[in-house]
Structure formats: structure tokens, C-alpha cells
């Protein structure tokens, strides 16, 4: 039997005042809220995490683009990095004009991207400002905490198995790992002398148990530094996340946008034979206007010596 949902008590909130400083705290650290900030909120306000957690949603959804829907949608993700210190890992819906809506970024995917990028090891709850659709309780059941997190609605909280009873996961498909458990790294790419090696070092990171096609995405910008983002694969095949849409998130997270007064450079490395981006990030960069080419690299790979 599904459990009944928790309601949740008071909602406390932020004032307007407020909420714009912690944007511009969160827009610093590039859509993070560290674990100081936090712990002083909590004392601050005399509020549990959960209930600052749920405070936050509407900061999460100002850093939404929305030209389709214009339905500004913000997930937060409350997740402890190696050291035990938690932290929340804020995202938002990215959509992309005249494409196919089965490009959009969802705000669940966003955070949850943004927590793995950052080095989060767990997930313990997932705060979203408003129901998550199927795509996306598909995309946090490859999670390795899929089972035990939180998931907390402005008014509600649930376990994923309540919004997704007889799941299909990647055990189904003969995975035994997930995304935040992923198989131990045993390869490594071919001739990179002259390439970007935190670019090499985030695609070998990339979660692709299916594809097995290793491959990040680098986005540098005039002023701003560059931004990465890698493959998330998902055992139902169409949630996974592309890594140009991953490193266009990170960007949006840090307040700035897809121009060519703000990008300089974007470069997809993919593996030589199983390449399947190049495609899908080329109709991503159509919706935009006067930005470089892409730069797109094939590197083989091979077994790392033991």
C-alpha cells in the first residue's frame, strides 16, 4: 500500500529583501548554497533545514528560462559532499526556443546534475516547487539513493516510490550501478596532449553504463571562467541528460546567459565509435543566434594499466 503523504506544518518564507540576497549568494557560488550559509540560515530564522529548504524554491525557480513555457520551475537538492557537509545544490528548467520540447533541462535534472558535477556523494532529500512529472521521477530513480531520499513539495513530502510504484531502474537492464555509485573508472583517452584535462577528466566521469560513450561538454566564457558538463544516461533511455545541456545549466546557475557577448568557446568530447551527441547538442545551439561552432573531438579510449 503507498504511503500517505506528509503534510507539511507552517511554511515559513523568505522576504522579497531576502530572497534577493541569497540569490546573489547562490548566483556566486554558481547555484550552491554551502553548508555555513545554511546552518546560519537555520539558526537565523529558528527554522529546521527542510523548512529553509522549502524557502528557498522560489530563489531556485528565479534562475528558470522559460521562453515556451513560461512556467518557471526551481529544485533544490540537499546532498553531503565527501567531507559529510551539507549542502544545497539549487537548479531550474531550461528550455530552448523552436527546438523540441523533449530538449528541455527539468529543474529535477538540474539540481540533481549540479549536486554530481560538484562532488556531492548523496542525496538525502529533493526539495521541487512544484509536482515532478514522470520524466523526471524516471530520471531520479537511477539516483543511488532513489529509495531513501525525501522528496519535499511546498505542502507535501513523499519517498520516490510513492510517485513511482513498480519502477524501472537500471537493475532492470542489468546495471548494478547508478548515477552517485557509478562502476569504478577503468579507461582512459588516447592522445590528449594538447586537450583541455579537466575537460578529458569530466567526460571519463560521465555516468554512460548504456552507451558507454564518455564524453563533457566545456563552455568557455569571455569574463566569466568555463563551465562543464557531462553525460547523465538513464536505464529508460530518454531522461538522460546530455552534456551540453548539463554545462548550459551550470552556466544559467551562475546568472549568465547563452550570447556572444558571454560565450567564447564550446567543445564536445565524445569516444570514437559510440558517438551520440554531436547531433543533439548541434539542434540545442540552434536556439541561439551568433554564437562560435561547436568544436567537436573523437578520442579513443583504452583500459587503464593496473
Known sequence: ??????????????SAEQQQQLYLIIKHHAGILPSSDV????QQHDQPV?????ACLPIA???????????????????????GEQHFYFGANVEFAQQALSLVVHAEQSAINNAWLNGAKKVIKIAISDAPCGYCRQFMNELADAQSFDILLP??????????????????LGNPYSLFNPAPQQHQFVATAELDKTLLSCALSAYVPYSENYSAVKISTFANGDFYGRYAENAAYSPSLSPLQSAISQLHLAGLAMTKDVVKGIELVQTQGKENQLTVSQAVLASYTDLPALQSISLAVKPVAI
Open 1 to 14: 500500500m503507498p504511503t500517505t503523504p506528509t503534510q507539511a506544518g507552517t511554511v515559513f518564507s523568505f
Open 155 to 172: 505542502k507535501q513530502q513523499f519517498k520516490l516510490a510513492d510517485l513511482l510504484p513498480y519502477a524501472f531502474g537500471p537493475n532492470d
Open 39 to 42: 546552518a546560519t540560515l537555520c
Open 50 to 54: 527542510d523548512a529553509i529548504l522549502r
Open 61 to 83: 525557480a528565479q534562475f528558470a528560462v522559460a521562453p515556451i513555457s513560461q512556467f518557471f520551475v526551481g529544485a533544490i537538492v540537499c546532498g553531503l559532499d565527501s567531507q
